[in-house]
């Protein structure tokens, strides 16, 4: 366990030197989201029935929760990077833990979301979000957000594996900004299609927006959603232990054979 506490450090060490001096990816997913709340809770909110100001507070949890989400295109971009470049193959050749590479490079992306997610709270609440459920509350919603962006950066460092381009990764990478609109991010799901709300209900960025909402004391989940949205912070924390469960082990495999 101390082997792994030390490799996965050394690693960790790697990735915020990168970022701090490649910030490129970081900075991207990182000021889209206030990019997107003044354009779409200025220009979208004001075509709504709800007030602008009600449909902000209810914008900056879906785009906390699309934050989170965005740990599928760094993790993919970063580890694609990586193994084009020959860095996966030569850490395989040093005797270290074979966990602790892609542990380093999803704890790295974690911290940076912590930092950087906090000038999208100060817009939020500079355009009228509130935090209405206390300090416990915002605590509780800060740790969701932070394991659901472990678990999508884990996604994301498989897929980069196994498509080990750079280029192409940062192609597919621009394609998970869809997965939000798949989401009760943006707009609620209730006047959805069938179909389409079913996909969104149960659609893991809508169960964590949700739960931030129901955490933060701005929105009560609602009865008669699918269980992840009518459980919102359940439903969150389950679907993100089921991504860790999956992807972990497949993408230290992954690690493991690739190249060979």
Excluded at 187 to 210: C, F, M, Q
Aim: overall charge neutral.
């Amino acid at each position: 366990m101390s082997t792994v506490a030390h490799d996965s450090t050394a690693v960790l060490g790697r990735h915020l030197q990168r970022i701090r001096h490649s910030p490129g990816v970081v900075i991207l997913t990182q000021t889209m989201p206030i990019t997107m709340l003044l354009f779409f809770g200025y220009v979208f909110g004001s075509a709504l029935a709800t007030p602008g100001e009600e449909y902000r507070a209810f914008l900056v949890p879906g785009l906390l929760a699309a934050t989170a989400a965005g740990g599928i295109m760094t993790g993919m971009f970063q580890s694609a990077q990586d193994a084009q470049r020959g860095v996966m193959d030569r850490f395989r050749t040093m005797p270290m833990s074979r966990i602790a590479v892609p542990l380093g490079q999803t704890a790295a992306d974690v911290l940076t979301t912590a930092i950087g997610i906090v000038p999208l709270v100060l817009v939020g609440i500079a355009v009228g979000w509130r935090i209405e459920g206390g300090v416990p509350g915002a605590l509780g919603a800060f740790g969701l957000l932070l394991l659901f962006r472990l678990a999508t950066t884990w996604v994301g460092a498989y897929l980069g594996l196994l498509i080990r381009n750079e280029e192409i990764a940062g192609q597919l990478g621009s394609v998970t900004f869809v997965l939000p609109l798949l989401s009760n991010a943006y707009i609620p799901t209730e006047g959805l299609p069938g179909w389409l709300r079913v996909v969104s209900e149960w659609n893991p960025i809508s169960a964590v927006a949700a739960a931030v909402r129901e955490l933060c004391g701005n929105v009560s989940p609602s009865a008669d959603a699918a269980w992840p949205l009518a459980n919102p912070v359940a439903g969150a924390l389950l679907w993100s232990v089921v991504i860790l469960a999956v992807f972990v082990p497949l993408t230290v495999r992954k690690y493991t054979t690739s190249g060979t």
